[in-house]
């Protein structure tokens, strides 16, 4: 092999683990579990304050050395996980209809709808049971009555709290869910009624052993008649 060759091989090996190198210091994981189980986001970080924003733009090493040695001391909020946490509020990993409320949604798509359901439920923390049903089934109706949500069964995504929440679409399956996605967030179990059935769906929630309607998209809260019916079907 010529000597020109030689080096000619060199410098790509070379350039080869240069890239490498790059790609392994650039493709950083924009969320992490840091030691003490606080959730980082460095996204959610930069987007909430503005001037770190300013100051480092979306670099995720700069965001995560500021916390570390500055924004954890001022109480600043790494992620949409830690402020649902000083709210008392369940995170997403921990809901309990979680599986259900996955329904065709990728974990960002459905942390997205959380983000926007954390607005209805923020007032209600400290509420009775009763009110809480209420407010979430109010607000879920809100959006299709003021056309922000769509009724449709043939767009993606209209059966789970991505469609209804974010993209705009919705039946009364993506209603219940996302006033299911309401409820758990704020700790409460409920069961989906006719769940993946083409009939009508809603939330069946225990309230003091007796079992009410959470029924956004019927906009009917209040106990059952008898188990499993609607009053108004």
């Given at each position: 092999?010529?000597?020109?060759?030689?080096?000619?091989?060199?410098?790509?090996?070379?350039?080869?683990?240069?890239?490498?190198?790059?790609?392994?210091?650039?493709?950083?994981?924009?969320?992490?579990?840091?030691?003490?189980?606080?959730?980082?986001?460095?996204?959610?970080?930069?987007?909430?304050?503005?001037?770190?924003?300013?100051?480092?733009?979306?670099?995720?090493?700069?965001?995560?050395?500021?916390?570390?040695?500055?924004?954890?001391?001022?109480?600043r909020l790494p992620s949409a996980e830690a402020l649902a946490e000083?709210?008392?509020?369940?995170?997403?990993?921990?809901?309990?209809?979680?599986?259900?409320?996955?329904?065709?949604?990728?974990?960002?798509?459905?942390?997205?709808?959380?983000?926007?359901?954390?607005?209805?439920?923020?007032?209600?923390?400290?509420?009775?049971?009763?009110?809480?049903?209420?407010?979430?089934?109010?607000?879920?109706?809100?959006?299709?009555?003021?056309?922000?949500?769509?009724?449709t069964t043939s767009v993606k995504h209209y059966n789970n709290p991505?469609?209804?929440?974010?993209?705009?679409?919705?039946?009364?399956?993506?209603?219940?869910?996302?006033?299911?996605?309401?409820?758990?967030?704020?700790?409460?179990?409920?069961?989906?009624?006719?769940?993946?059935?083409?009939?009508?769906?809603?939330?069946?929630?225990?309230?003091?052993?007796?079992?009410?309607?959470?029924?956004?998209?019927?906009?009917?809260?209040?106990?059952?008649?008898?188990?499993y019916t609607h009053p108004y079907l």
């Open positions: 092999m010529s000597r020109e060759k030689f080096n000619s091989k060199i410098l790509v090996f070379c350039y080869a683990l240069f890239m490498l190198f790059v790609m392994d210091i650039t493709v950083e994981a924009k969320t992490t579990t840091l030691e003490d189980g606080t959730v980082f986001d460095s996204d959610y970080y930069a987007n909430t304050y503005p001037d770190l924003k300013a100051a480092f733009g979306y670099d995720y090493n700069a965001l995560l050395n500021h916390y570390l040695n500055y924004g954890r001391g001022e109480n000083s709210m008392g509020l369940v995170a997403m990993s921990d809901l309990a209809n979680l599986k259900s409320l996955k329904k065709k949604c990728t974990n960002e798509e459905l942390q997205a709808a959380y983000d926007v359901a954390m607005e209805i439920v923020k007032p209600l923390t400290q509420e009775s049971l009763e009110v809480q049903l209420f407010y979430i089934a109010v607000a879920i109706r809100e959006r299709i009555d003021s056309g922000k949500v769509v009724y991505y469609g209804y929440f974010v993209i705009g679409v919705g039946s009364c399956a993506g209603s219940t869910r996302a006033t299911g996605l309401c409820l758990n967030m704020l700790g409460i179990p409920y069961e989906h009624v006719n769940e993946n059935q083409w009939s009508h769906q809603w939330c069946r929630v225990n309230v003091d052993g007796i079992y009410w309607i959470c029924d956004a998209y019927g906009l009917y809260v209040g106990p059952e008649p008898a188990p």
